[in-house]
């Protein structure tokens, strides 16, 4: 029987390295901010919105829109058949990998481990549990970490429009410790509301770990300039963009 990580190393080819927060990376999401500026426009923008986001960000790879691993996380949310439910076990493999092999890199990062993954509510109305618990189910470790924290709230949250209310804790929280995991992440503005209305909630969120960070390279020269240098060196499952290996 293939392991986890048998099914996500072969998912390398389709992954993009984050850099580390340096010179030219954005401080929080690891995507490319604008010249002269520590933090990007949409970590900026989406945060002077919310009361307490979440101050680290992890992702797993880059992503561009059409490209292999954007294609991937969108598949895997489509009709249960054979085809969706490669994409989805894919996409439980490559959460489950990474977590395996930084979450202590994850945990030193954030001063601290978690007690509970959880996962952002869509944003949309969805018939259903969520593919990604879904996939979060198919790795043991994970599905015995996780619990949904969050329902939807009263607030809608668009791209560039983050909200307090726009998701609403199922339970009473009192300093639970929260590792929140999304698919995708662009602006920010869903995975950051989620964390920010568990923290007013009375949890901690250690740290937001979505799979892709989605960069546009036609969004600037210096968009096109990072993803370049991105997506030239190999992506390697034993490094990450906060651990010193």
């Excluded at 919310?50 to 960000?57: D, F, N, T």
Aim: net charge neutral.
């Amino acid at each position: 029987m293939a392991t986890v990580r048998d099914v996500a190393l072969p998912l390398a080819t389709m992954c993009t390295k984050v850099p580390a927060v340096g010179d030219d990376v954005c401080d929080r999401c690891h995507g490319c901010p604008h010249a002269g500026y520590h933090r990007c426009w949409s970590c900026r923008h989406v945060e002077g919105q919310l009361a307490l986001p979440c101050e680290l960000v992890v992702p797993i790879s880059l992503s561009t829109v059409h490209g292999q691993l954007h294609y991937q996380l969108r598949s895997y949310k489509g009709p249960r058949a054979d085809m969706s439910w490669d994409f989805l076990v894919k996409t439980a493999a490559l959460l489950g990998h990474f977590l395996q092999v930084h979450g202590a890199c994850v945990s030193a990062a954030a001063g601290g481990g978690w007690d509970i993954i959880s996962s952002v509510p869509s944003s949309a109305d969805r018939a259903g549990e969520h593919p990604l618990i879904t996939a979060i189910n198919l790795v043991r470790p994970l599905r015995d970490q996780h619990e949904t924290l969050l329902g939807r709230g009263n607030a809608p949250i668009t791209h560039t429009v983050a909200s307090d209310q726009g998701y609403r804790p199922l339970r009473r929280l009192d300093g639970e410790r929260v590792l929140l995991v999304d698919d995708t992440f662009t602006s920010g503005a869903r995975a950051q509301s989620a964390a920010s209305a568990l923290n007013i909630a009375g949890a901690t969120v250690v740290a937001i770990v979505p799979i892709g960070r989605v960069i546009s390279p036609d969004w600037s020269d210096q968009h096109a300039s990072y993803w370049q240098r991105q997506s030239k060196l190999a992506y390697d499952f034993d490094k990450c963009c906060v651990g010193n290996h």
